[in-house]
């Protein structure tokens, strides 16, 4: 794997950790006091969502790494 090759994928594996940070302080915002059942459920679930998603890209992330490898 090349130099740049190997920047850029440390460039998106530091993207999904940023997202994966973010991601965690929705889902910590989510219990409020102040906010209704429905909001915290609401933001519970784009926080799931987003979780899974974030867990496919670094599949992918890894599935790129391996090829690249070899």
Request: net charge negative; hydrophobic share 45%.
């Amino acid at each position: 794997m090349s130099n740049v090759q190997r920047t850029k994928l440390g460039d998106l594996i530091d993207l999904v950790n940023a997202a994966q940070s973010l991601n965690e302080a929705i889902f910590m915002a989510a219990e409020h006091h102040s906010l209704t059942k429905p909001a915290t459920g609401a933001l519970q679930t784009v926080s799931g969502e987003l979780d899974n998603k974030l867990r496919v890209i670094e599949e992918r992330i890894d599935e790129m790494m391996e090829a690249i490898d070899g």
